[in-house]
Nanobody, 118 residues
Framework: QVQLVESGGGLVQPGGSLRLSCTAS????????MGWYRQAPGKQRELVAG???????NYADSVKGRFTISRDNAKNTVYLQMNSLKPEDTAVYYC????????????WGQGTQVTVSS
């Protein structure tokens, strides 16, 4: 049984920082691509950042230079360091683990709320 547990969300003032974590259990995910998505009220879910098994990263234009994604394969964990947060970053953040070849194999976390407000 694969399970993803997210943590680190919360309320932060504009300009502040948060670090999200997502730990997977059930098997090794070292070959999987790991990513963070977010969904704001009334909007579609969007990719925030992704990292491959080879540590190649990609980011949404809106977060480049402010967010950093990283992974620790020994801990089956993916992180999202979020700095210089803006109110428009407010959303539910979801982690995702995707098999690099079989697109039907992917897993989602339950989501963690990030609210940026003064």
């Amino acid at each position: 049984q694969v399970q993803l547990v997210e943590s680190g969300g919360g309320l932060v003032q504009p300009g502040g920082s948060l670090r999200l974590s997502c730990t997977a259990s059930g098997r090794s995910f070292s070959i999987y691509t790991m990513g963070w998505y977010r969904q704001a009220p009334g909007k579609q879910r969007e990719l925030v950042a992704g990292i491959t098994s080879g540590d190649s990263t990609n980011y949404a234009d809106s977060v480049k230079g402010r967010f950093t994604i990283s992974r620790d394969n020994a801990k089956n964990t993916v992180y999202l360091q979020m700095n210089s947060l803006k109110p428009e970053d407010t959303a539910v953040y979801y982690c995702n683990l995707a098999h690099p070849i079989i697109s039907a194999i992917d897993y989602w976390g339950q989501g963690t709320q990030v609210t940026v407000s003064s």
